[in-house]
């Protein structure tokens, strides 16, 4: 197994990162997306990248995760690899975040690598092809046994969303929609984006109020977790999940993109001006101070999927420790490869 960490490190990733990053991205998404389709594939996969240790599942909030890790939102924007995922080793996959219309996001370069920071730049605005056909196509496909679905809603990032009324609206239509279609085995909205027309607006508690009654009014069977800003302090933090209470929220991902270019290692990666947050290492050391001060905060009943710079199994029971129920990540898979989530759930079945 050595030797298939050791070939991403040596020789793939060198490769890999000669060229432009979303079309590396979009390149594994459709080879991910071949080998899901059938079972040789998936069994293919599993045998490389699988996890067959001790148990290492998670049970939180009646949904059992075969792995304590999570696809963070982000990455399968499309929903186009919800076949095969579980065989790389994930207990379940945040698709999106999806928003009621399809959008292009914003104008590229939309991803850019910081290699020595182990973070990305990341500028994408939401792009994704829109609820309708994300819903389409988990019906048409279905899930990998196993794989749990959670499902991450925005609100389209364009004029007609940027003002309030617009905006609620937005996350209204999709979480209506995906509820009544039954998709999704969890919910997550994503108050804190910070790449979209008109801001970052519903870290601000007033609007973040008018969006959770809205959205109140849609009969939600399932867990609702609210992805969370960590360039924001204590103060501000604590209002929202004041707020999430009051509205029965189950939980949170802590959480989003770095917003502070000062957290990265090398500055020079970063853009001069603000131009997309920062995934990876600049997160890991705020995300976790803040799942701690959540967890003693809200007490164990609040369900916290910890995310943001998880880049060894370290920094997964660094996360748990500090009482995280789960672990999401990215930016961990494509700097240290795809073996990091068996050995993240080695780690945890070994505690
Ligand atoms: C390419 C990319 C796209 C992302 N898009 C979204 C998104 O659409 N919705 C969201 O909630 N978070 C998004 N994120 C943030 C991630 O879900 C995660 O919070 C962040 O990358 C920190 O985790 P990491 O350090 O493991 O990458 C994105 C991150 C990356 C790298």
């Known amino acids: 197994m050595k030797l298939i960490e050791q070939a991403y490190k040596k020789a793939l990733k060198p490769l890999l990162f000669r060229f432009d990053p ?3 991205h979009d390149l594994f998404v459709s080879l991910g997306e071949a080998f899901g ?8 996969i599993a045998a490389v990248y699988g996890y067959r240790g001790d148990d290492a599942s998670r049970t939180v909030d009646g949904i059992t995760y075969e792995t304590p890790i999570v696809l963070a939102a982000g990455f399968d924007y499309n929903a186009r690899l919800t076949q095969i995922l579980g065989s790389v080793g994930f207990g379940g996959v945040e698709v999106g975040s999806v928003t009621a219309y399809p ?18 730049v990341v500028y994408k605005g939401l792009r994704n092809e829109g609820v309708d056909r994300i819903i389409e196509r988990i019906q048409t496909r279905g899930v990998q046994e196993g794989l749990v679905l959670g499902v991450s809603i925005a609100m389209t990032n364009a ?4 003002t309030l009324e617009g905006a609620v609206s937005d996350y209204h239509t999709s979480f209506k929609k995906l509820n009544d279609a039954n998709i999704g085995d969890y919910y997550t909205i994503n ?4 790449n979209v027309y ?5 870290t ?3 609007r973040l109020e008018t969006l959770l009654t809205r959205l109140s009014e849609v009969d939600c069977k399932v867990p609702r977790y609210a992805k969370m800003p960590i360039s924001i302090e204590w103060s501000q933090f604590r209002e929202l999940l004041d707020l999430l209470t009051q509205f029965d929220f189950d939980g949170a991902v802590i959480g989003n993109l770095q917003k502070d270019y000062d957290k990265i290692d090398v500055r020079s990666e970063a853009p001069e001006e603000y131009r997309g947050g920062l995934s990876g290492k600049p997160c890991r050391k ?13 007490g164990d009943d609040f369900t916290i999927m910890g995310c943001g710079g998880v880049l060894s199994p370290e920094d997964a029971i660094e996360k748990l420790d500090a009482g995280a129920d789960l672990i999401q990540l990215i930016s961990g898979m494509i700097f240290e490869g795809p073996h990091l989530m068996r050995n993240i759930s080695r780690a945890v079945a070994d505690q």
């Open 22 to 24: 979303e079309e590396v």
């Open 37 to 44: 389709r059938n079972k040789t594939g998936r069994q293919l």
């Open 103 to 120: 959008c292009e996001g914003n104008d590229p370069p939309r991803l850019k690598r910081a290699i020595e920071s182990k973070s990305l």
């Open 159 to 162: 004029e007609s969303s940027a």
């Open 191 to 194: 108050i804190s984006c910070p």
């Open 198 to 202: 008109g801001g970052e607006s519903f």
């Open 204 to 206: 601000d508690p007033d």
């Open 286 to 298: 705020r995300s976790t101070e803040l799942i701690a001060k959540t967890r003693e905060y809200c």
